[in-house]
């Protein structure tokens, strides 16, 4: 009988490259659902909904991502980014089932001055980073064994909405864009944390856990904003002049940490696990986008 993979957030950018990639592995019966399917907002929905299903792994990549929105609409942030988690976390460990969970580096503040280890102090600033750090916290007070947080940043995908998609719209509009410099991280291909998340679920390692673990995974290397605006316009050939500019002069209703680079060093010697520089994997979705091998 070939495993069973349930995938919220199926409509996401993670949730589409699990979808797209899920074909490839025939050892496994996916199941995807999105809020059309079942409203995670609403904790005995999902009770209900697992009534007469069961899965072997669970990987939840559903969450209220709207970072500057949740400053007005806690409620519904919480509800999904906590409760939910909270929700599936228990049906988790009354069915055995494995959990791995997508969380952020907003649960950092970004003041630290190097990469974020996964037993830094938690400290988010905004209600996006807050509800994602009771989430968190919820699951690890569960503590469903075979489970793991995985904590990234700046995901970006050929599906979807996000920021590479927007810079290839407005590069082609405009002849000059100011991009903020003064924040750092690492952008993260959503194509390489899904093949990781399918990698992790294969890994006798992660079938020895016997408590919830939190892990973080970015590609390597590391840019601002304004970096990562560069080097997408250099490999798509588009002229818009850069402008780098301070995060005071755009200024957002959440606060964004000025610092959030993720080290790895845990999820790689764990898994055995090789992850790609993000000129790289930049340099792939461009490429899928543009159905071309030299955008």
Known sequence: MPKTILVTGAKGQLGTELQHLS????????TFISRQELDL????AIQNWFKDRRFDFIINCAAYTAVDKAQVEP???????????ETLACIAREQNSAMLHISTDY?????HYMPYVETDLADPQGIYGQTKREGELAMLAINPAK?????????????GNNFVK???????????????YDQVGTPTSASDLALTLLAIIQHPKLGSLTTTEIYHFSNEGVC???????????????TCHVKP??????????????????????????????????????LDCLQSLTGSEHP
């Open 23 to 30: 074909s490839l592995y025939s050892d496994f019966a996916f």
């Open 41 to 44: 907002s609403d904790s005995m």
């Open 75 to 85: 409620d519904l942030a919480r509800a999904i980014n906590s409760s939910a988690v």
């Open 107 to 111: 649960v950092f503040n970004g003041k």
């Open 147 to 159: 489970s793991i947080i995985i904590r990234t940043s700046w995901v970006y995908s050929r599906f």
């Open 166 to 180: 927007t810079m290839l719209r407005l590069g082609n509009e405009r002849q000059e864009l100011g991009v903020i």
């Open 224 to 238: 601002s904003w304004y970096d990562f605006a560069k080097v997408i316009f250099e490999f798509s050939a588009i």
């Open 245 to 282: 500019i301070e995060t005071k002069d755009y200024p957002t209703p959440a606060t964004r940490p000025p610092y959030s680079l993720l080290n790895k060093a845990k999820i790689k010697t764990t898994f055995d696990l090789t992850i790609p520089h993000w000129k790289d994997s930049l």
